[in-house]
């Protein structure tokens, strides 16, 4: 199992990325998937859960109508939209298979900075 995330960098308040997780040896359409963030000297906040077999998705109170969560099965990638950015949501990204963040690979960094 391998997840690599990408896509971050800095952008201005109120602005808007899209994050993307490859992955390998996983079955997008029968895993429970994850965002997850951490902010410098913060632990590991869950954003997003994507249940699997069309259970829906789930957002983190702190994020809740800024962000779309979806999975394109056939390029094994996993996207995060995020909108509305306020410096707070700096932070490295991670996808997991797991809350807790075990199976996360190398996140990346979105800063939100003026």
């Known amino acids: 199992v391998q997840l690599q995330a990408s896509g971050g960098g800095l952008v201005q308040p109120g602005g808007s990325l899209t994050l993307s997780c490859k992955t390998s040896?996983?079955?997008?359409?029968?895993?429970?998937l994850y965002w997850i963030r951490q902010a410098p000297g913060k632990g590991l906040e869950v954003v997003s859960q994507?249940?699997?077999?069309?259970?829906?998705?789930v957002y983190a109170d702190s994020m809740k109508g800024r962000l779309t969560a979806s999975r394109d099965n056939g390029k094994s990638t996993l996207y995060l939209h995020v909108r509305g950015l306020r410096p707070e949501d700096t932070a490295l990204y991670y996808c997991?298979?797991?809350?807790?963040?075990?199976?996360r690979g190398q996140g990346t960094l979105v800063t939100v900075s003026s």
């Open positions: 994507i249940v699997p077999g069309g259970g829906g998705t």
């Open positions: 040896g996983i079955d997008l359409r029968n895993s429970w």
């Open positions: 997991s298979t797991d809350p807790n963040g075990s199976t």
